[in-house]
């Protein structure tokens, strides 16, 4: 079956514009978690949803970042007027529940992003 | 809040059996993941432990002692495919969130 899957795989843009990344999760799965990974580095939480209500967002870094789910299942992070520091892997996971003890998490490919 | 710590590398060579050790501070935890990822790739989950024991998946185990905060991924007859970099992950419950936070990572390197 298909996987989490994220477009664009690649995006560059100006600092200054507004970029949103979309991730597609494996159907079925209740929870959706957006994270951020600088290479060498392991992935760092941004936000995650249960079905399409926004469980946390404690990791967003700043109010220039939000992320919505409302159908329950795609979603959509979005950065507003992006800066250089912005410049990084965001990737997207999915699991079938949430709390549960096999809290297995799918990851998607990513999405690169470079700020000029 | 939580914080992770995990060996920058280790270096092995085939056939050998190697041990990475996860030590962790959580306010309120719920369970150690390990997952796995490949240069250029995504991570890929490999084992949870909630309780304390060793949890085996065919050539890789997972062992959690939450009085000692630490647990470790165990590799056995190691594979040049299973150089990679391996994090651990605690998930906290705060309220009705379980937050995930991952660590650095480990740098596997298997040598012929």
């Known amino acids: 079956g298909a996987g989490v899957s994220q477009s664009p795989r690649y995006k560059v843009t100006k600092r200054g514009q507004d970029v949103a990344l979309r991730c597609d999760p494996i159907?079925?799965?209740?929870?959706l978690y957006w994270y951020r990974q600088a290479l060498g580095q392991g992935p760092e939480f941004l936000t995650y949803?249960?079905?399409?209500?926004?469980?946390?967002k404690s990791g967003l870094p700043n109010d220039r970042f939000s992320a919505e789910r409302p159908e329950g299942s795609i979603s959509t992070l979005t950065i507003q007027r992006t800066e250089q520091r912005d410049s990084a892997m965001y990737r997207c996971a999915s699991s079938l529940r949430d709390g549960d003890r096999h809290n297995e998490q799918f990851f998607g490919p990513g999405t690169r992003l470079t700020v000029l | 809040g939580q914080s992770l710590e995990q060996p920058s590398e280790v270096t092995a060579v085939e056939g050998a059996i190697v041990q990475i050790n996860c030590t962790y501070q959580t306010s309120g935890f719920y369970g150690l993941s390990w997952y796995q990822q490949h240069d250029g790739g995504a991570p890929t989950f490999l084992s949870y432990?909630?309780?304390?024991g060793l949890e085996e998946t065919g050539r890789f185990s997972s062992f959690l002692s939450r009085s000692d905060s630490y647990g470790y991924l165990l590799l056995q007859e190691l594979q040049m495919k299973d150089s990679a970099s391996y994090f651990c992950a605690v998930r906290d419950q705060a309220g009705g969130s379980y937050i995930p936070t991952f660590g650095r990572g480990t740098s596997l390197i298997v040598h012929p």
């Open positions: 949803f249960n079905y399409e209500a926004q469980q946390d």
């Open positions: 159907s079925g799965h209740v929870s």
């Open positions: 432990n909630a309780l304390d």
